[in-house]
């Protein structure tokens, strides 16, 4: 039986940067968070490793993502208001559930989403409220934009910018003066989760928009924890996302491509050590393969 520790007992905080913290969960070798059974905690999000993150300045904050618990989501507003934060605003990078899992510990906050993302989640609503674990109640957005939005969070600048990439309503966060890119699941590694099989063609134009921007370093919402404790990943992780997307895309008329796990199929970034290996993502690989697979037959 794996151990079970009190949910949001094994969080660890980092300061990548001056002015951000980064909350990190799982990845833990025999553990889990929820149950022993099946979850989306447990299964996407503890297990492979999942990060939010908070951009500080002076008495002011701003949450990117609201983590997988209103436990963790306590622990995170705790801790800036230790740090003397006094007003917290919230951004969603998406709808999935275990992005907005803690809404509610901020529900007197400006919480903050793209028009896409407000929508998904009305549309979701009771599917997240009846989850394993259950998002209920689910607090909604309160602030929406269109496309774009520019914050300034005490001294900081921050770009909020909408991408097709992961989830149809995908909001990244940019420090322009760090050249800093706050993915979401837009980006994620060492592979991306395909949510939204039919727009795998829509994901890897945006892909190749995000790769013209001024970006030095990513901190992505599921990576390997030593990576974001040093400042993330290079720019280098946009193109090898890119390139395991195409080759999802070439399954339509190469299903011998199928029989390959994931050390095979992305064999090449693997040796490079643009990616590293982590055995929990071969589920996550086949469940990619089998739902390109299936959107192509429909």
């Known amino acids: 039986m794996p151990s079970m ?11 990548p940067y001056e002015g951000v913290y980064a909350f990190y969960d799982g990845r833990i070798d025999g553990a889990r968070a929820y149950s022993a059974e099946p979850n989306w905690l447990d299964d996407g999000a ?10 500080v300045s002076g008495e002011e904050a701003l ?9 963790h989501a306590a622990l995170i507003r705790d ?36 028009d896409l993302t407000a929508k998904a989640l009305v549309d979701n609503r009771a599917r997240l409220e009846n989850y394993t674990p259950p998002i209920k109640p689910l607090v ?17 600048d921050v770009q909020l910018r ?18 800093l890119l706050f993915a979401g699941d837009a980006l994620e590694e060492p592979i991306t989760y395909v949510a939204e099989p039919e727009r795998l063609e829509n994901h890897l134009l945006d892909l190749e928009r995000i790769s013209t921007w001024d970006i030095e370093k990513i901190l992505p919402n599921h990576g390997a924890e030593n990576v974001i404790v040093a400042g993330g990943y290079g720019p280098e992780l946009i193109a090898a996302t890119g390139r395991y997307v195409s080759k999802l895309m070439r399954l339509r008329n190469e299903p011998e491509l199928a029989a390959d796990d ?19 993502y071969e ?3 086949r469940q990619n393969v089998e739902s390109v697979l299936a959107a192509h037959r429909k």
């Not at 949910?7 to 300061?15: F, K, N, Q």
């Not at 503890?46 to 951009?55: D, H, N, Q, R, W």
């Not at 949450?63 to 436990?71: E, F, L, P, Q």
């Not at 901020?106 to 793209?114: G, R």
Request: aromatic fraction near 8%; hydrophobic fraction near 40%.
């Open 5 to 15: 520790p009190p949910l949001g007992s094994t969080l660890r905080i980092h300061r």
């Open 46 to 55: 503890y297990t492979l490793g999942v990060c939010s993150y908070a951009i």
């Open 63 to 71: 949450v990117y993502d609201t983590s997988i618990s209103n436990a």
């Open 79 to 114: 801790t800036l208001e230790q740090a003397g934060v006094r007003h917290i605003r919230v951004v969603l990078s998406h709808w999935h559930v275990d992005h907005v899992a803690g809404n509610a510990v901020f529900a007197d906050c400006e919480i903050i989403a793209n």
């Open 140 to 156: 909604m957005p309160n602030s929406i934009f269109k496309d774009q939005r520019d914050l300034k969070i005490g001294e900081i």
């Open 162 to 179: 909408h991408v097709d990439i992961h989830s149809h309503d995908g909001t990244v966060m940019i420090l322009p003066h760090l050249k």
């Open 262 to 280: 994931l050390q095979t199929f992305t064999v090449e970034d693997f040796r490079s050590g643009v990616l590293t290996y982590y055995a929990p």
């Open 283 to 285: 589920p996550v690989h």
